[in-house]
C-alpha cells in the first residue's frame, strides 16, 4: 500500500530513533492501556517504575478488577491525578462484568470504558488491534499544527475534529499504532514546545511552519485557566500512640485518599487560633493540648495552589476516640495508606515518620 512521503519518512525515522521504553513493542491491550494512562500527566522517567510495580503487582484486568481501591491507591501514591487510578479500577471491573475479562477489542467498545477518552483509545485501538484511528494529544496537536500551520486553537471539541481529520489523511493504515507511536515520539523528541531541534527533524521539508518561519505560532493555545488558591489547615491528632485520619471523600482532589481531618478556608488571612477553634468545635474536642504548628506547605497542581499549614493537637489520655468518619492508627502504620503527595512529604520532612 502506497503511503504518504511525511508518513514514510516520519516511520523510518521513528524506526531508527524510538526510545526503548518497557511499553514499545508490546501490543497486549491490557499493557498498552496502563502505559498510556500512566502517561497522561507524568514524564516518561517517573512513569517507568510505577508502570513496572503496577504490572507486577496487577498483571492483567482480572488481578486489576479483583484488588481493593486502597492497594490501587497506595501503589498510585505519589504519581498524583488520582482519578485515573479510581477510573483504571473501575473499568477493569466493568471488563471483568461485561466482557469476561477479555479487553475489548473495538474502538467504540474501549471509548465506553471509565477514564478512557479519544485519545486512550485510539492508542490502544491502533497499537493493540490494528484500527487506522488517529491519536492526538498535546504532542501530536503541536507536530500537526506546526506541520499543516493549523491555526485553530487547540483543546477544543472543534480542534479536535479538524487535527484528527488532518491526521486520518496520512495515518498508515497498514501500521497505525507505529503511526500514532511516531507522531508522540516526534513530539516528545524533536518537535519540542520551545525550541523544535528541526535541523533533526524527519519532516522538515514537508513542515510549513517551519518553511513559513512561523514555528513560534503553533500551536494556537486558549487563554490559560486560573489558578484557583485554597487554603487547607491539617490537624494531626495525637492520642497516645494513635493518630486520626480519615479517607477523602470530596469529589474535587485526592478522593479516597487518606488525609488528617481538616479544615479549609477561602481566605489566606484566617488567624491560626481560630481556625483551631473552628476546627476543635466542629469535632466536640474542649481540651487539647497545641504541640506543634507548622510553617505553611505550598503545592502546586494544574489549576489549584494549595496552602497548607499542619497542627499538632494532643489529646488527653481519657479522650474517647470517636469522630465521624475518622479512623485512629498507630502513627507508624501511616505509610501503609494511600496519602496525597502533599502529606507524604509534610510527614517525612517534619519527621513525623521515618
Ligand atoms: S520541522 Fe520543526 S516544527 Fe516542523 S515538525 Fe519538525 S521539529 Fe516540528
Redesign the pocket.
Known sequence: MKINKTTEALIEWYGMNKRDLPWRDVDDPYKVWISEIILQQTRVNQGISYYYRFIEAFPNVNSLAAATSDQVLKLWQGLGYYSRARNLHHAAKQIVASYGGVFPSTYDEIIKLKGIGQYTAAAIASISFNIAVPAVDGNIYR?LS??FSIAEPIGTNTSYKLFFNRSLEIIDKSRPGIYNQALMELGAL??HPQM???ID?P??MH?S??NDGT?TLFPVKNAKVKVQERFFYYFIMIHGSKIGIRKRNENDIWKGLYEFPMIESSKADLHIDEAIRLFTHSVNIDEATIQYISDEYRHKLTHRLINARFIHLLLPIGWQCSIDGVIWINRNDLSNYALPRLIDRYVKESGFID
Open positions: 507536530v506546526r506541520l524533536v518537535c523544535p531541534a528541526c527533524c519532516l522538515q513542515c511552519a517551519y514555528i
